[in-house]
Structure formats: C-alpha cells, structure tokens
C-alpha cells in the first residue's frame, strides 16, 4: 500500500487531536482576538488592536503585517462594514497565508523513503522521531531508526527505549561515533537484513565546540545522497512552539545549512499563542507538515491547515 493513499489531509482524527491541542490557544490571544470582532465598527481603533494581537500570537511583525493588508483590501473591496462580518474574511486570509503544501516525499512510492530528522536539543527531536515511526508504523510501513546523535549517550539510550516501546529496531553505534558511519550501516541494513520501507535519522542538535554541526549535517545528507537516489527524501526540522519567534530563528539558522523541507512543531498543546504556524510558512516558505498534540506516542497528527484555522477560533462550550 502507498503512503498517498494513508497520507488523506484532514482527516477527522487528525482534525479533533488538533482541536483538542489548541484548547490553551482559543482561550489565549486567539480567544482575545475573536472577542475583538464583537466590535460594531471598524475604525482604526480595531485595526491597531488586531495587529497588536496578532504580533503578540506570534504571528510575527512581517506576517501580521501582510494579513492586515490582504484583510483591509478586502473589507474595502467588499464593503465591509461591521466587524463581526470581517470575522470570516480573517480566517479565510489565514487559510490563504498557510496556502497548499507541495506532496509530501512519503508520499512517493519507493523501495526505501529517507527522512533525516533536524532540531536542537530540547526542542522534543527524539520523541517526535518516536511518534513519526509510530505514526508510520501505524499505516502499514516498516520502520527503521538511525542514531545519530552519537554526540550524547543520553540520545542514543532514549532513542532505543523508544523503539523499544513502539516495537521499531534502531540502529545505533558507541557513543562518540562517527555519526556518517552510524547513517551508512543504517542505510545498509534498511536495504539489505531488514528490508524497511522508511529509515528516519536522528541527528545532533548541539556538538562540541569543536566540531561545527551544519557541517556534520551536510556530511550525513552527503551520506544519504550516495546509498539511496534523492535521499534524504525528507528533512524535518523540530521546533518548539512553546518558544515562538525564538523558533523562528532558529528554523533560518538550520535552513540556511540544510535543505528543509517540512517542520514538525511540538507542544502546541503547551502555549497560549499558537500563531507561530503562520510565521513559519510565510518567512521560511516551509511548510509545518506534522504537529505534536500531547505528551502520548499517539499524539501526533498530520498538519491540516483548514482543521488547524478552524480550530483557532471555534468557541469551546
């Protein structure tokens, strides 16, 4: 079975974890901003309050900024008068500024499918790797791990309690090891022994001072690249909600090194704000393809940017 036949977007399950996640959101600033479109009128009042809001969403200033425009122009154009009727031109800008993710690389029928998996350490890298095999495994495929972050023993031993617990086999060295190395054998093994259908690595998210890490993760791309075509197929790059615009910077540090091509965001179900998805796919131009919703290996869903809009505003009873 082919992952674009599992890879359906919004589906109800990944539209109610995503709901559930935002909770802390809707009664945050986005709980701030619908009760802003209760006003009568639009006046510049309104419009200085809203980006106000939407800045402290995390939205970002550049962003915001952007939204506000497309939504004045509207409001003219369509001769909007109240603001509880630009309420529903808001969230259809927002849907519009997430826009339409390019196919997924998982979703591309192949012997072997590699993702190589970025972030630094603390922004819930490993536990993410641990919900995407489980997620995959779920759907049918054969998952193998890589542990390369042989930079910290801890790594290696919470990535292999992990596979332990979502019963996928991790491949793994001594710590200290040549991360390449570990990337090379796990390559051969998903090929040969264990005929895998995703490999996905871990990899360092801080090194020694010695040793500069962009330059290692080229090195392991360069790995991928020479055992399995167009590898890695993926790179997902972890961030951390909870730490906002801090997130965003560094999403431009790791992208500036490595080509990124999608963002896996945690603890969404941990903050308040929750606008940081915009950010993200503005500035960077990369989408946020997975979202974590909870602390549980289940809690992890496929990004869907109508569900994830929705979610913001719909009132909780």
Not at 226 to 251: F, K, M, S, W
């Amino acid at each position: 079975m082919v992952l674009s036949k599992l890879f359906k977007r919004g589906s109800q399950e990944d539209a109610e974890r995503i709901e559930k996640s935002l909770e802390k959101t809707r009664r945050g600033v986005f709980g701030h901003i619908a009760a802003l479109f209760q006003q009568q009128e639009l006046d510049d009042e309104f419009w200085e309050d809203l980006e106000a809001l939407l800045i402290q969403a995390d939205i970002g200033v550049q962003t915001t900024e952007e939204l506000i425009d497309r939504l004045r122009a509207r409001v003219q154009k369509e001769g909007v008068k109240r603001a509880a009727d630009a309420y529903a031109l808001l969230k259809e800008e927002m849907l519009r500024l997430l826009g339409e993710a390019p196919p997924s690389a998982l979703e591309t029928p192949r012997l072997l499918t590699v993702v190589l998996v970025v972030g630094v350490n603390g922004s819930g890298k490993t536990t993410s790797i641990a919900k995407l095999a489980y997620y995959l495994k779920q759907r049918g495929k054969k998952v193998l791990l890589a542990a390369a972050d042989t930079f910290r023993a801890a790594a290696i031993d919470q990535l292999r309690l992990w596979g332990e617990r979502i019963g996928v086999e991790v491949i793994a060295h001594q710590p200290g090891s040549d991360p390449g190395a570990v990337v090379y054998d796990a390559i051969r093994a998903a090929q040969e022994s264990r005929k895998a259908d995703v490999l996905i690595i871990d990899t360092a998210g801080r090194l020694h001072t010695k040793y500069n890490l962009m330059k290692e993760l080229q090195k392991i791309r360069t790995i991928c690249a020479r055992q399995v075509h167009r590898a890695p197929h993926e790179t997902y790059l972890v961030l951390d909600a909870t730490t906002g615009q801090n997130a965003l910077i560094q999403a431009k540090k790791f992208k500036e090194a490595v080509d990124i091509t999608g963002v896996i965001l945690t603890k969404l179900d941990g903050t308040a704000k929750g606008g940081i998805v915009f950010a993200i796919q503005k500035e960077l131009g990369v989408p946020v393809r997975f979202i974590g919703t909870g602390e549980q290996v289940t809690d992890f869903a496929e990004f869907d940017p109508q569900a994830f809009v929705e979610a913001l505003f719909r009132q909780d009873t």
